[in-house]
């Protein structure tokens, strides 16, 4: 308890000393849109960002903003919870790792997880990833605790608790799915395992098992009717035009990787944990493998001397259950996540846990007196002064905590300031056209955005300034009165090039003359010295700023 409570402090200052009002990454901006929108215009509304995938996200975000009664406070509000989901999680991480580990190893590698960089985005933004994770952990620690009940009364109590946990994080985040392959899994492990010696009683030992393993498959099955349920409820007629949703976004970013290309789609995975996090994970698999071939082979030896039968049967790993959980527990979503272009380390944190008690346990069993306080205190610091990507096209905020939290912040500082000029200048342009302008000039827009990850920042602004929002073709169209701005999705120099084609004049943080791109995040990066660039300290990174002729466009950051 005192070990939980201590952890569980350290986690939530982590993140409370630096929550802000900010929306953290594009796709949080997206989702305080969406609540906005919701707010605004209802369910049917434009621009509700993963709508059926997140929707008891959506309408938490709708209470909370009904009470907070303005956008920022609303967004800080958001924050706060993602920073109080992240401090539910270490108990909760804590308690789970206790049934594989012991207390100083559980300690250990729940530390290396909560204060991974793959974790530190989601106790700083809002966004649903970190709350759902806390639940779907709190389901299955629940679920865990029906299996180790003493009757089936108190079980089926516990497996109540971890259905409704689990139904709770599936309608934050539809692609907990994932983990419910964990469930029948866990029940296999306690049973191999755990299970105590009176669930195993020849009389009513196996009706104890088929209780405990029905109810374990039973739990994900109903909580995601739950789940289906509530959302049915929610959307109302809207249920039936998103039911395809997952079906589409998998298609749509579905893509087998070959050759070079699997190195890029692993990077969210090995950075997630971090780099020192994976060192000490992989050295101690591989003392631990490397052990058991040894015993392996002598054990061999001695069968074949022997000609025993019964010592040959020795050499058998016999605890195949922890295998399965592992398995069961990681494979499917990191399975499909490696497959899914631009995938961030948010989508597959969760599933990298059992990874690192693995590792951790592989430690005890290679070297039974490894220093696992010091292990951390390693991978903790390697983690520290690295700086990995936080998606596979380096392009989102990194998990360097301090110095990407800064870059952020100024990054929103000049979006904020864009986003205060933008309307003036629709505004003059709109009446010159109207005065004077040829008819070609007046088809066109008068003021657009250009870029993809800096959209929705720059959206969020304008909508909670006032100004409303409708589709336009490819365009959506921030407009007050008459002065609108198109906001034109870019991500390729020929992209770039027609959208100049229907502005008469453009503005980018991410393009610049001719379509030149440049990086919006990860300047920490590419603005330090060679020799520094493994580390967060140096110098602060230099932000140029350019002017396009051709488009009058403000430009930032640099050129790839």
Same mark, same amino acid.
């Given at each position: 308890?005192?070990?939980?409570?201590?952890?569980?402090?350290?986690?939530?200052? =982590?993140?409370?000393?630096?929550?802000?009002?900010?929306?953290?990454?594009?796709?949080?901006?997206?989702?305080?849109?969406?609540?906005?929108?919701?707010?605004?215009?209802?369910?049917?509304?434009?621009?509700?960002?993963?709508?059926?995938?997140?929707?008891?996200? %959506?309408?938490?975000?709708?209470?909370?903003?009904?009470?907070?009664?303005?956008?920022?406070?609303?967004?800080?509000?958001?924050?706060?919870?993602?920073?109080?989901?992240?401090?539910?999680?270490?108990?909760?991480?804590?308690?789970? &790792?206790?049934?594989?580990?012991?207390? $100083?190893?559980?300690?250990?590698?729940?530390?290396?997880?909560?204060?991974?960089?793959?974790?530190?985005?989601? +106790?700083?933004?809002?966004?649903?990833?970190?709350?759902?994770?806390?639940?779907?952990?709190?389901?299955?620690?629940?679920?865990?605790?029906?299996?180790? =009940?003493?009757?089936? $009364?108190?079980?089926?109590?516990?497996?109540?608790?971890?259905?409704?946990?689990?139904?709770?994080?599936?309608?934050?985040?539809?692609?907990?799915?994932?983990?419910?392959?964990?469930?029948?899994?866990?029940?296999?492990?306690?049973?191999?395992?755990?299970?105590?010696?009176?669930?195993?009683?020849?009389?009513?030992?196996?009706?104890?098992?088929?209780?405990?393993? !029905?109810?374990?498959?039973?739990?994900?099955?109903?909580?995601?009717?739950?789940?289906?349920?509530?959302? =049915?409820?929610?959307?109302?007629? @809207?249920?039936?035009?998103?039911?395809?949703?997952?079906?589409?976004?998998?298609?749509?970013?579905?893509?087998?990787?070959?050759?070079?290309?699997?190195?890029?789609?692993?990077?969210?995975?090995?950075?997630?944990? #971090?780099?020192?996090?994976?060192?000490?994970?992989?050295?101690?698999?591989?003392?631990?493998?490397?052990?058991?071939?040894?015993?392996?082979?002598?054990?061999?030896?001695?069968?074949?001397?022997?000609?025993?039968?019964?010592? $040959?049967?020795? *050499?058998?790993?016999? @605890?195949?259950?922890?295998?399965?959980?592992?398995?069961?527990?990681?494979?499917?979503?990191?399975?499909?996540?490696?497959?899914?272009?631009?995938? @961030?380390?948010?989508?597959?944190?969760?599933?990298?846990?059992?990874?690192?008690?693995?590792?951790? %346990?592989?430690?005890?069993?290679?070297?039974?007196?490894?220093?696992?306080? &010091?292990?951390?205190?390693?991978?903790?610091?390697?983690?520290?002064?690295? *700086?990995?990507?936080?998606?596979?096209?380096?392009?989102?905020?990194?998990?360097?905590?301090?110095?990407?939290?800064?870059?952020?912040?100024?990054?929103?500082?000049?979006?904020?300031?864009?986003?205060?000029?933008?309307?003036?200048?629709?505004?003059?342009?709109?009446?010159?056209?109207?005065?004077?302008?040829?008819?070609?000039?007046?088809?066109?827009?008068?003021?657009? %955005?250009? !870029?993809?990850? !800096?959209?929705?920042?720059?959206?969020?602004?304008?909508?909670?300034?006032?100004?409303?929002?409708?589709?336009?073709?490819?365009?959506?169209?921030?407009?007050?009165? =008459?002065?609108?701005?198109?906001?034109?999705?870019?991500?390729?120099?020929?992209?770039?090039?027609?959208?100049?084609?229907?502005?008469?004049?453009?503005?980018?943080?991410?393009?610049?003359?001719?379509?030149?791109?440049?990086?919006?995040? #990860?300047?920490?990066?590419?603005?330090?010295?060679?020799?520094?660039?493994? %580390?967060?300290? +140096?110098?602060?990174?230099?932000?140029?700023?350019?002017?396009?002729?051709?488009?009058?466009?403000?430009?930032?950051?640099?050129?790839?």
């Amino acid at each position: 308890m005192v070990l939980s409570a201590a952890l569980a402090l350290a986690t939530g200052l =982590s993140r409370l000393a630096l929550i802000s009002s900010r929306p953290g990454e594009p796709d949080s901006a997206r989702y305080l849109i969406g609540i906005g929108q919701w707010l605004a215009h209802g369910s049917r509304a434009v621009m509700i960002y993963d709508q059926a995938l997140s929707v008891g996200y %959506y309408r938490m975000g709708l209470a909370i903003a009904g009470w907070a009664g303005n956008p920022e406070r609303t967004a800080l509000a958001l924050n706060l919870l993602s920073a109080l989901a992240a401090t539910a999680t270490a108990p909760i991480t804590y308690a789970l &790792g206790r049934r594989w580990l012991s207390r $100083a190893e559980a300690l250990a590698a729940a530390l290396l997880w909560l204060f991974s960089p793959g974790l530190w985005w989601l +106790g700083l933004e809002p966004h649903p990833q970190g709350p759902a994770i806390a639940l779907g952990l709190l389901g299955l620690w629940a679920a865990a605790r029906a299996l180790e =009940s003493g009757s089936r $009364a108190r079980a089926a109590a516990w497996g109540l608790g971890g259905m409704c946990g689990f139904a709770c994080s599936l309608l934050l985040k539809s692609d907990l799915l994932l983990l419910a392959p964990a469930f029948p899994a866990l029940a296999i492990w306690h049973d191999r395992t755990l299970a105590p010696a009176s669930f195993k009683r020849e009389e009513h030992g196996q009706r104890n098992r088929n209780f405990r393993f !029905g109810l374990a498959c039973l739990l994900p099955v109903l909580a995601w009717l739950i789940a289906l349920a509530a959302r =049915s409820a929610w959307l109302r007629g @809207n249920l039936s035009g998103s039911a395809g949703t997952p079906g589409h976004l998998v298609e749509q970013f579905l893509s087998w990787p070959s050759g070079g290309v699997w190195l890029k789609q692993l990077l969210p995975v090995a950075t997630g944990l #971090g780099f020192g996090t994976w060192l000490v994970l992989v050295t101690g698999i591989g003392l631990a493998l490397g052990r058991w071939l040894t015993v392996h082979n002598l054990k061999a030896k001695a069968a074949n001397a022997a000609n025993s039968e019964s010592a $040959a049967a020795g *050499i058998r790993p016999r @605890n195949w259950g922890s295998a399965l959980m592992l398995v069961s527990w990681g494979a499917p979503g990191m399975g499909l996540w490696l497959l899914i272009a631009g995938n @961030n380390t948010r989508h597959t944190i969760l599933f990298t846990l059992p990874w690192v008690w693995a590792g951790f %346990y592989a430690w005890r069993r290679a070297w039974p007196q490894a220093p696992v306080a &010091g292990l951390a205190c390693i991978a903790l610091g390697l983690n520290w002064l690295a *700086i990995p990507a936080n998606s596979n096209m380096t392009l989102y905020p990194s998990p360097n905590v301090p110095r990407s939290a800064a870059l952020l912040a100024h990054q929103l500082h000049r979006m904020h300031q864009l986003a205060r000029a933008m309307p003036a200048q629709a505004a003059r342009l709109q009446r010159l056209t109207d005065m004077r302008a040829s008819a070609r000039a007046r088809s066109r827009w008068p003021v657009c %955005y250009l !870029g993809w990850y !800096g959209n929705p920042y720059l959206e969020y602004d304008l909508l909670t300034a006032g100004m409303r929002l409708r589709r336009a073709g490819q365009a959506l169209v921030l407009e007050r009165q =008459s002065a609108g701005i198109a906001f034109l999705h870019v991500r390729s120099r020929s992209d770039y090039a027609r959208a100049t084609e229907i502005c008469r004049r453009s503005y980018s943080l991410e393009y610049g003359p001719g379509g030149l791109h440049y990086w919006f995040m #990860g300047e920490e990066w590419r603005h330090m010295p060679f020799w520094r660039r493994w %580390y967060p300290g +140096g110098r602060a990174p230099v932000v140029a700023r350019a002017v396009a002729p051709a488009t009058g466009g403000a430009v930032a950051g640099g050129a790839e």
